[in-house]
């Protein structure tokens, strides 16, 4: 028997569980987890029905060989009869779903012997004699493979020239809590920094509540997620084009081909989807130069353009921006005054040097999850860069590891039996956030221990 510890039981440390005790007798799996619920992590746990995939229920199987697994699901549950329909594929369903298909399919597949559950946060690791050993806030427990699986760190903090302002009582640092929620009053004014996803999540919860004040939101850009369409289209293949190209000609084929869409009348979010399962074959193509080059002036682009919302929340957005209750800044935060219920922010704008001053009565950071392993206040993170068992990556997104998932130090050599799945290979893959990229990752990063071990 060889022993497997993962630290993390979200969708990508439970999912890698499931098929490690499925496809292998010989192991056994600890899975070390804390403060969001088992397997559904961050994204899945909200009880908000106004918070919906952003990805088509036909794309959200926990398994890649399986790929009807979750709408095959709603559709045998008659609690959800008002979603059955023939298009239940393109549908975007509340999260909320598919964190009880993520329970059902816990509850079914871990009731397994081999697998201990350790509900402690993992806070040390030490590796000697060839054994891994995990310090949790309350247990000690040894293992011959480690997989990381940390999954969404806070965001991170935004870097003012007061940063001491941040310790208001008004300023909420964590977004995936229900503090602030509980906490707005229905017409005060309030900051959210970021424009993304998370920000769309925190405009529909606070218009469903029925809050009636102003709503501002600051990013660099100022961009908006885009819609996905209405029309359900699909746009032919064209990988060919883009594998082991430079960012330049990949730029150029990808804007030729909404173009050749466009004169179709076939929408351009189907020329996005057809790139979209291979972003990670192109970026890896990228030499690192072009990976600089994208991070610093295509990544915003292409996330209002892959990070889409479902065409009612677009609607809704948009409605409440020309209505003049959602206002999007495109600026910086840098500095705040005041700590109790009026807040001044100061946002240096970025079309021209100057700087507005808004005056708000809370703020909070939608600016999604921290991945610069190097600037993460986490114990665990912490002590593995200390022992160089893991490095960060290069481009500040994650940290360093073969496409095979295992880690690798500081000097580029693989660290024994250490892997990681799902956003610490950001760096290494780009596209390891959602569900369709996190099964196959989990998969993988299973079946290579496994070959290991036989
Ligand atoms: C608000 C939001 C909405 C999203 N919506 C979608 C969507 O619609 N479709 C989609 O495909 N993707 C979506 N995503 C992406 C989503 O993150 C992934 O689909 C998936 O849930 C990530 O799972 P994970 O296990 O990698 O990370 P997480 O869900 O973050 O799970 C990681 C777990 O590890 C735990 N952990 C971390 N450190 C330790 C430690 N030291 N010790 C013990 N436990 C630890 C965490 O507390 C957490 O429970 C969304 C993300 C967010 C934040």
């Known amino acids: 028997m060889k022993t497997i510890c993962i630290i993390g039981g979200g969708f990508s440390g439970t999912i890698t569980a499931i098929h490690l005790l499925q496809k292998s007798s010989v192991v056994t799996v600890k899975l070390i987890n804390h403060t969001y619920p088992l397997v559904k992590g961050v994204a899945y746990s909200t009880l908000r029905r106004e918070h919906l995939l952003n990805v088509p229920a036909g794309k959200m199987s926990a398994f890649a060989a399986d790929p009807a697994h979750f709408t095959n699901w709603v559709m045998a549950k008659p609690e959800y009869s008002e979603f059955h ?5 393109h549908a975007f369903l509340p999260r909320m779903i598919y964190g009880k298909y993520l329970d059902e399919l816990s509850a079914l597949h871990l009731k397994n012997e081999r697998l201990e559950i350790i509900p402690s946060k993992a806070v040390d690791v030490k590796f000697s004699n060839g054994k891994y050993t995990v310090n949790t806030e309350s247990h000690t427990t040894e293992s011959d493979f480690l997989v990381l699986a940390t999954g969404n760190f806070q965001p991170a903090p935004p870097k003012l020239q007061n940063p001491s302002a941040l310790s208001s009582i008004n300023y909420f640092s964590n977004p995936w809590t229900n503090d602030f929620i509980e906490r707005l009053q229905p017409d005060e004014s309030v900051l959210l920094i970021g ?28 961009y908006l997620p885009e819609g996905h369409s209405e029309q359900v289209a699909a746009y032919p293949d064209f ?3 883009l594998r082991g190209k ?20 076939i929408p351009w979010q189907a020329v996005i989807d057809s790139v979209r399962p291979h972003a990670k074959t192109v970026w890896m193509g990228f030499s690192r130069k072009d990976k600089q080059q994208f991070i610093s002036h295509v990544r915003h682009i292409w996330g209002v353009a892959r990070h889409r919302l479902p065409v009612d929340a677009h609607k809704k957005i948009r409605e409440l921006m020309q209505a003049g209750q959602l206002e999007v800044i495109g600026g910086r935060l840098q500095a705040l005054a005041g700590m109790n219920d ?3 922010a100061s946002i240096k704008l970025r079309k021209v040097q100057d700087v507005r001053t808004i ?3 809370k703020i909070v950071n939608c600016t999604g999850p921290q991945i ?3 600037e993460l206040n986490e114990p665990l993170v912490k002590s593995l860069l200390r022992q160089d068992l893991i490095a960060a990556d290069e481009l500040k997104m994650g940290i360093r590891a073969l496409p095979s998932g295992n880690a690798l130090n500081s000097k580029a050599e693989p660290v024994p039996r250490l892997y990681a799945v799902g956003s610490l290979l950001r760096g290494l893959m780009w596209e390891t956030t959602a569900v369709p990229d996190l099964r196959v990752n989990a998969e993988n990063v299973a079946a290579q221990i496994i070959g290991s071990i036989d």
Do not use: C, W
């Not at 218009?207 to 102003?214: D, I, L, M, R």
């Not at 150029?252 to 009348?265: R, W």
């Open 239 to 241: 990988l060919g084009e």
């Open 342 to 344: 009026s807040l001044e």
């Open 195 to 222: 424009s993304g996803l998370t920000m769309v999540d925190y405009v529909l919860s606070m218009t469903a509540a029925g809050f009636k004040g102003k709503i501002y939101s600051v990013s660099p850009r100022g």
């Open 372 to 374: 610069n392993f190097n």
């Open 85 to 89: 329909s023939p298009s239940i594929a």
């Open 359 to 361: 005056k708000v009565s």
């Open 246 to 265: 430079s960012l330049q000609l990949v730029f150029s084929s990808i804007i030729a081909h909404v173009q050749k869409a466009m004169e179709q009348n």
